[in-house]
């Protein structure tokens, strides 16, 4: 009992019952999480963990590998369930309040429970645990970066073997999202530029940039030898076009970073928020002094560089035409380690246990209502639906025409299946990010035993009259939610 007591026990106790008690109490939603576990089982189906599928036709390129590495990992030891395809992103959350702990006790020592806790209990990193996304997993990758830089920058004696770790970190977050995964980089080139003393802790080292490249690169250099014009559509369509368009219609207005971010730092942040108001009222005061006094920014450092590892990034974020709220979710280290600073620097004591207690029963019951909110997206659902409308006879493949791709039925449905998305006519679409994958006579004409067909009410008349032009028969199956499922035979 006298171990319970303990900060770093409860807290540990408290971050694994919050990400992991409800893990696996709903189904796959579509279309993110359906799309992220899709490509992750087919290559753990296929056998082939280079190329990113969506099917065994076509590559998905929006995303570099590592999410979905983490996935097929993740179900091959735990079994094919939404625990084990969520596990990665709730094992990056308790990675991170680990390691919010262990750079709390280097940047102000006595202060590294409160940051931590604060991590463990704010809202979006909690709510994003639960969630199959590319972001929690980036988060730890960057985290672990930083983490790095922490110990070898403030006072550990193992500089090198720190500063190695600094890009393996960047390395993996590279291979999780590409470019965004370098912007805490921005920051520490910053802090360097800010604070004396970069010669004796050198960020650009040799054997560091080594590592980095090695773990970066390689998989990047397959994929673009293999796939011709690959090249252009990471840099054009997924680097550029993100950041100076609106062509991914993600809030790219001049005013969208305040309708997404705003909301996003103010409610994510909660039961914290008001320690960080706090401290973004002293804030214009710490600065003025920093400006001036060289000294004082020496003096000042640990604040420096989180507020840089916020700011840095956070500008960039706002100055991008692409905005999710999950984008800032890296930025969530640095703040818990600013709450815990702030109440460091105010004398204030740790929560007492029974408000604690009683955040985390909120929020582990908003997290039981959204596993039991009635919700078309849940591929479980789905599945059970198409399963008891085919039997006997083993669903293999699933189509979807002209409609929302439900891609978690690959995970519920329980055995390789294919899903496919079709048109009825050609659309304009980039061979690396196609919007379907077959026309609908094409598809047609690979259609085989154990293939379902699935189409809007509305759209029924129209692709009726094409199935049954191309020499097929549709056979119609009870309707789900709107939705017509049929099967198609040979006339």
């Given amino acids: 009992?006298?171990?319970?007591?303990?900060?770093?026990?409860?807290?540990?106790?408290?971050?694994?019952?919050?990400g992991l008690a409800l893990l696996g109490s709903r189904g796959i939603w579509d279309p993110d999480e359906g799309r992220y576990t899709n490509v992750g089982l087919n290559m753990l189906d296929s056998g082939d963990w280079l190329i990113p599928r969506r099917n065994e036709e076509i590559g998905h390129w929006t995303k570099p590998p590592m999410t979905y590495w983490a996935i097929a990992s993740s179900v091959a030891v735990f079994g094919s369930n939404a625990w084990a395809a969520?596990?990665?992103?709730?094992?990056?959350?308790?990675?991170?309040?680990?390691?919010?702990w262990r750079m709390g006790r280097k940047l102000s020592p006595g202060n590294e429970a409160p940051a931590a806790l604060a991590y463990?209990?704010?809202?979006?990193?909690?709510?994003a645990a639960q969630m199959i996304t590319t972001d929690f997993v980036l988060a730890a990758c960057s985290t672990f970066a930083m983490h790095g830089f922490v110990h070898a920058r403030f006072g550990d004696t193992r500089q090198r073997l720190w500063m190695a770790t600094v890009?393996?970190?960047?390395?993996?977050?590279?291979?999780?999202?590409?470019?965004?995964?370098?912007?805490?980089?921005?920051?520490?080139?910053?802090?360097?530029?800010a604070i004396p003393g970069r010669r004796e802790h050198r960020l650009f080292q040799l054997p560091g940039i080594a590592l980095f490249l090695l773990i970066a690169l390689p998989w990047y250099i397959a994929v673009v030898m293999r796939t011709p014009g690959l090249l252009h559509y990471f840099v054009g369509s997924e680097v550029v076009n993100r950041v100076a368009s609106d062509s991914f219609s993600r809030h790219?207005?001049?005013?969208?970073?305040?309708?997404?971010?705003?909301?996003?730092?103010?409610?994510?942040?909660?039961?914290?928020?008001?320690?960080?108001?706090?401290?973004?009222?002293?804030?214009?005061?710490?600065?003025?002094?920093?400006?001036?006094?060289?000294?004082?920014?020496?003096?000042?450092?640990?604040?420096?560089?989180?507020?840089?590892?916020?700011?840095?990034?956070?500008?960039?974020?706002?100055?991008?035409?692409?905005r999710m709220p999950l984008y800032l979710l890296p930025l969530w280290a640095p703040?818990?380690?600013?709450?815990?600073?702030?109440?460091?620097?105010?004398?204030?004591?740790?929560?007492?246990?029974?408000?604690?207690?009683a955040w985390a029963v909120l929020v582990l019951g908003m997290q039981f209502a959204a596993a039991r909110w009635p919700t078309h997206k849940d591929a479980s659902q789905w599945a059970d639906a198409i399963r008891e409308r085919a039997a006997p006879e083993p669903v293999r493949k699933v189509v979807f025409v002209e409609d929302m791709t439900r891609y978690g039925l690959h995970l519920h449905l329980g055995l390789p299946v294919r899903i496919e998305k079709i048109a009825l006519q050609?659309?304009?679409?980039s061979p690396y990010d196609r919007i379907y994958d077959d026309l609908i006579v094409e598809a047609l004409h690979k259609t085989e035993p154990g293939a379902i067909w699935i189409?809007?009410?509305?759209?029924?008349?129209?692709?009726?009259?094409?199935?049954?032009?191309?020499?097929?028969?549709?056979?119609?199956l009870p309707p789900y939610r709107d939705r017509l499922l049929f099967r198609v035979v040979p006339r």
């Avoid at 393996?168 to 802090?191: E, S, V, Y």
């Avoid at 001036?292 to 840089?308: C, E, H, I, N, S």
């Fill in 86 to 100: 969520r596990f990665p992103a709730a094992l990056s959350y308790l990675l991170c309040v680990w390691m919010v």
């Fill in 120 to 127: 463990a209990t704010m809202l979006l990193p909690i709510g």
């Fill in 167 to 193: 890009w393996i970190g960047f390395g993996l977050a590279f291979l999780t999202k590409g470019p965004p995964g370098l912007l805490p980089l921005l920051a520490l080139i910053a802090f360097d530029l």
């Fill in 252 to 322: 790219g207005e001049w005013y969208g970073w305040i309708v997404v971010f705003g909301p996003t730092l103010l409610v994510g942040t909660l039961p914290w928020t008001f320690a960080l108001l706090r401290f973004l009222k002293r804030l214009p005061g710490d600065v003025k002094r920093w400006w001036r006094d060289p000294a004082q920014r020496a003096a000042d450092a640990p604040w420096v560089f989180l507020v840089l590892w916020v700011l840095v990034p956070l500008v960039i974020f706002c100055i991008a035409r692409s």
């Fill in 455 to 476: 189409c809007k009410a509305s759209a029924w008349p129209k692709i009726r009259m094409r199935i049954e032009l191309a020499g097929y028969t549709p056979v119609m």
């Fill in 335 to 357: 703040l818990a380690l600013l709450v815990g600073m702030q109440r460091g620097r105010e004398g204030r004591p740790l929560p007492r246990m029974r408000w604690i207690v």
């Fill in 426 to 429: 050609p659309l304009p679409q």
């Fill in 1 to 18: 009992m006298d171990a319970l007591r303990k900060p770093a026990v409860w807290i540990a106790l408290l971050a694994a019952l919050l």
